[in-house]
């Protein structure tokens, strides 16, 4: 029987299987939650959608048929409490099994979808309530994150509407009393959705400044269908792994959109803090398949024993949230015979770059374009780069396929200072080997200019990870009267070492021994921790703004 993906696309593959172009026919007014959820609810209805987990390790498991009833009982509780086409709805539902249900419900509403994270505080609301216009929230049963809602509220008139998981509060409505008494039939409205209203809006990182506003129409879902089957490799009878907290675009990634197009079943792990023997134990114990996560999670993997967890029923890894080092892509596959699949891809976008299923990959290239978009490198003139030149990776936007984003929402300024001239803009770095493999150098902001030499932090972010006593590194550049910047390494190290003049002076010979000596650090600080977002990425803006 052909996967419910192939209703909506036509691939050309070569002999071996590999994606060579994909072309996509969304359906007028597409819409994920009755277009594939429901069916997908009548055609398998008791296959498993997802197996999650709780904090404590009891488990749930949830059916095509549930998700399907469940998310009709969820759009008739949210209608219920006045939420209706075209509202901006906050879920701040960490990776509680609710967020799968309301998600969908918003989509059977016609309603906007807004993850975010329970890390955010009452001035963090305030910005993105306001800025986002939202009409409702709907939060975990955290004490945290409600107090935080309810500070910001005086300052948020557009909030009229507040739902938590469980329990009783003050002004909130319970989402699973409401849920549970709800009708679980929904009847598609006439007026729904077009493909062009806007379906979901993220907030990204914040980096270098105050988020910006994602939009994706209906058809971003569709998407994530190379995500999914041509880099994660999800099958339908396996279960797949993203380590992603809901409030973060890697969720719809990896825990829902292309999953279920490839009617895979997605596992949930609602942990609080992450434990690696634990996520290593989880994989073991529930038979994962293929799995998706940062850098950040494998480096914690690789300093395991892992002999001592059987993983025999993974097949597949995937990597992608910052660039990878060669040395954990090494250390992984020793370990484990799996080569990490390194991709490359925005919340702008779905993945854009990477090692896609078929190919060999090399430690720390983030693969060749995807397919799905017209990728190039351009120098600063806006030509093209030879082979081994560095150059702003960017997208050709004569060719708009699903997946890529609408602009920021009501912010036409920043649109245009990424998306001109037919050219979206990533603000990444990166240089082509002859093989046509991508390598990753940094963002533009981040490139140090020493000695007239341009130098891409993550290329000695890669050689400093190679020594054992080193977790976590960031480089950035400092003002140096000779050198214009020189070069600085702020490091994390691993337990059983300690800061010292000598491991300093260590780690830098080493570096000199294994980059061109120009690229040494000069100047090395140990830290107790980096300073991240609170998507875990490394603020290396706040590193170079303390000199």
């Known amino acids: 029987m052909s996967l419910i993906y192939k209703k909506f696309v036509?691939?050309?593959?070569?002999?071996?299987?590999?994606?060579?172009?994909?072309?996509?026919?969304?359906p007028q007014n597409f819409n994920f939650a009755y277009d594939v959820l429901d069916v997908l609810g009548d055609k398998i209805p008791d296959k498993k959608a997802m197996v999650w987990v709780s904090i404590d390790h009891k488990h749930k498991s949830f059916t095509f048929k549930d998700m399907k009833i469940y998310s009709s009982k969820t759009a008739n509780y949210f209608k219920s409490l006045g939420i209706v086409k075209g509202d901006k709805v906050m879920l701040i539902l960490k990776r509680n099994y609710q967020f799968w249900?309301?998600?969908?419900?918003?989509?059977?509403?016609?309603?906007?979808?807004?993850?975010?994270t329970h890390l955010l505080t009452k001035k963090d609301l305030v910005y993105r309530f306001n800025s986002a216009g939202i009409k409702a929230v709907v939060c975990t049963n955290d004490d945290t994150i409600l107090c935080s809602v309810e500070e910001a509220l005086p300052e948020s008139p557009?909030?009229?509407?507040l739902s938590v998981t469980e329990?009783?509060?003050?002004n909130w409505s319970c989402f699973n009393e409401g849920v549970e008494s709800a009708e679980d039939t929904f009847l598609r409205p006439d007026d729904c959705n077009t493909n062009d209203d806007i379906m979901i809006m993220y907030f990204t990182s914040g980096t270098t400044g105050y988020p910006k506003i994602v939009c994706h129409n209906y058809t971003y879902p569709l998407g994530h269908i190379v995500t999914a089957k041509y880099w994660q490799n999800v099958i339908s009878d396996g279960l797949h792994l993203t380590i992603a907290d809901t409030g973060w675009a890697k969720a719809v990634w990896g825990k829902l959109y292309g999953q279920w197009l490839c009617e895979a079943c997605i596992f949930?792990?609602?942990y609080e803090k992450f434990n690696a023997a634990e996520i290593l134990t989880l994989l073991q114990d529930y038979g994962v398949t293929t799995f998706c996560a940062p850098p950040t999670i494998y480096r914690f993997f690789i300093k395991e024993d892992l002999s001592k967890f059987n993983l025999k029923k993974l097949k597949y890894a995937v990597i992608a949230g910052e660039a990878l080092n060669p040395e954990v892509y090494n250390q992984f596959y020793k370990h484990t015979g799996i080569?990490?699949?390194?991709?490359?891809?925005?919340?702008?976008?779905?993945?854009?770059v990477a090692n896609l299923t078929g190919m060999e990959p090399k430690p720390g290239s983030m693969g060749k374009p995807n397919p799905q978009y017209h990728v190039d490198l351009i120098d600063a003139e806006g030509n093209s780069t030879n082979a081994g030149e560095v150059g702003e990776i960017v997208i050709q936007t004569d060719y708009l396929p699903c997946g890529f984003f609408m602009g920021y929402y009501e912010d036409k300024e920043k649109t245009d200072s990424v998306w001109n001239g037919g050219v979206y803009h990533t603000g990444d770095t990166a240089w082509k080997d002859e093989d046509g493999y991508y390598w990753y150098v940094g963002r533009t902001d981040d490139l140090i200019k020493s000695s007239g030499y341009r130098i891409g932090p993550f290329e000695i972010e890669s050689v400093i990870m190679e020594h054992p006593s080193v977790l976590e590194c960031a480089v950035t550049g400092v003002p140096d009267e000779i050198r214009g910047y020189a070069v600085k390494a702020t490091i994390l190290l691993a337990k059983g070492y300690s800061p010292s003049e000598e491991l300093k002076k260590e780690i830098q010979d080493f570096v000199k021994h294994l980059t061109a000596p120009y690229k040494y650090p000069r100047v090395v600080e140990f830290v107790d921790e980096l300073p991240k977002t609170i998507s875990g990425k490394i603020r290396r803006v706040e590193i170079r703004e303390k000199h």
């Open 339 to 352: 080569k990490l699949m390194e991709g490359f891809g925005q919340t702008e976008t779905t993945i854009t």
């Open 10 to 26: 036509e691939e050309k593959l070569d002999n071996n299987g590999n994606l060579l172009n994909i072309k996509f026919n969304p």
């Open 158 to 161: 557009t909030v009229k509407i």
């Open 101 to 116: 249900f309301a998600v969908n419900a918003l989509h059977k509403i016609g309603a906007v979808v807004v993850p975010a």
């Open 167 to 170: 329990g009783f509060r003050k």
């Open 268 to 270: 949930t792990f609602d």
